[in-house]
Structures are given as structure tokens and as C-alpha cells.
């Protein structure tokens, strides 16, 4: 029998604030690196694609949620890149006999401007997760904390088979 599930995933990950020290951290959303720009605040790299996307496997697997499995008390987590916590969601599906078939995000954000890298996510994103992986984007067009630009919101949502 070819069963199926979706599943929905979102996070949030507010900016550091403008005058306070980020250290080396980077700005990396869907796995691409936006050089000079206000970082996201996480435990993690804080890459809020690579999270809802994962979240939205573990939801549709039945296995939980993000927290569960990378919690953020967890120093092994600590800057850990996003792209990897991603392969451990889709790992920990598999392992219950779940596939990804495809999914679809969209990210929510006054900036950084993602349309000159949206391709790049994709194709980083499509590698991770071995199915089709496709991003968008919207701004908030001013519209409360995302549209001050105090942060940056993904929402996902995955269909899984096996």
C-alpha cells in the first residue's frame, strides 16, 4: 500500500539587534549565506527554512517536533548548521519507513531580498532532502515585527510516501 502524509512546519527566528555583537555569525537561510547582513538569533545557525522544513517532516512522520529531537539545550546543537539537523528529520523518517515526495516553503521577510538566491536555496535545499525542494517568498509589506524587520518567519509544508 503507497500510504502518504503532509505535514506543516514553521519557524521564527528573530535578528540581533543592530548594535549589539554577533561575533562570526552569518546570516543563512535555506542553507545560502547573505554576506553583510543582520544575522538571526538561534541556538543553531538559526536558518528558520531548513527548521520549518524539518519540523514539517517530523510532524508529518508522527515523530514530534523540532525541539524533541534538537532540543536547544543541547551544547552538540550549538551553531550547529541547519542543513544538518534537516538531514537528521529526514533521517529519522526514513528510519520509519517515510520518504520525502516534495516540499514547498515560503519565507516571510521585509529582507534580506530573496529572489537573487532563491535558486540556490532550492538547489542546496533539493540535495539535503534527495526530492524536490521549492522555495518563495512574500514581505509583510511593513505589516507588524516581521514588517519592522525585527525577524524572519518559514512555513512549510512536506508530503511524505512509503
Known sequence: MNEQRIGIGVDVHPFFD?????GDR??????VTFPGARPLRGHSDADAVAHAIG????GAAGLGDLGMHFP???PEWHGADSLKILAGCLALAANEG???VNADCTIVTERPKVAPVRD????RLSVVAGAPVHVKATRPEGLGTLGRVE???CLAVVLLGR
Open 72 to 74: 536547544d539545550t543541547d
Open 151 to 153: 525577524g524572519v518567519a
Open 26 to 31: 552569518e546570516l543563512i537561510l535555506g542553507g
Open 120 to 123: 540556490e536555496m532550492i538547489r
Open 55 to 58: 519540523d514539517a517532516v517530523l
Open 18 to 22: 543592530p548594535d549589539e555583537p554577533t
Open 98 to 100: 517515510w520518504a520525502l
